[in-house]
Nanobody
C-alpha cells in the first residue's frame, strides 16, 4: 500500500560523496519515522540513520559526522547525504518508512535497495 523508490547509488572513490533519495507514495495518511539501513555481503542489515516526524535524528556510530539524513514532508521524501565515503561503507542501502495508512492502521515499508560501492 505504500511504495518506496530509491535512487542515487553507484560507484564512488574513497573520500567521495553520494546522495541517496527515497520517495514514498501510495496510501499514506501519515509518515512517522524515515530511515536508511544497509546490508553488506555476509553481514546483517544495520541501521545507518533515521529521522522522526519531529526531525530528531539518530546515526550509527560508524557514520556520525560523515552522513546526514533529512526529510521533505511535503514531498514524502527522505535523503541521505554521504560524505568522506570509505570502502567499508560498501553495501546495499535500503530506505524504510513507517507510519499509518489511516488512523490505527500502521505500515512499515521497505525500498528495493540501491547499491553503494566505494572503491578505487
Amino acid at each position: 500500500q505504500v511504495q518506496l523508490v530509491e535512487s542515487g547509488g553507484g560507484l564512488v572513490q574513497p573520500g567521495g560523496s553520494l546522495r541517496l533519495s527515497c520517495a514514498a507514495s501510495g496510501s499514506i495518511f501519515s509518515i512517522d519515522a524515515m530511515g536508511w539501513y544497509r546490508q553488506a555481503p555476509g553481514k546483517q542489515r544495520e541501521l545507518v540513520a533515521a529521522v522522526t516526524s519531529f526531525r530528531s535524528t539518530n546515526y550509527a556510530d560508524s557514520v556520525k559526522g560523515r552522513f546526514t539524513i533529512s526529510r521533505d514532508n511535503a514531498k514524502n521524501m527522505v535523503y541521505l547525504e554521504m560524505n568522506s565515503l570509505k570502502p567499508e561503507d560498501t553495501a546495499v542501502y535500503y530506505c524504510n518508512v513507517r507510519g499509518r495508512v489511516r488512523i490505527g492502521v500502521p505500515y512499515d515499508s521497505w525500498g528495493q535497495g540501491t547499491q553503494v560501492t566505494v572503491s578505487s
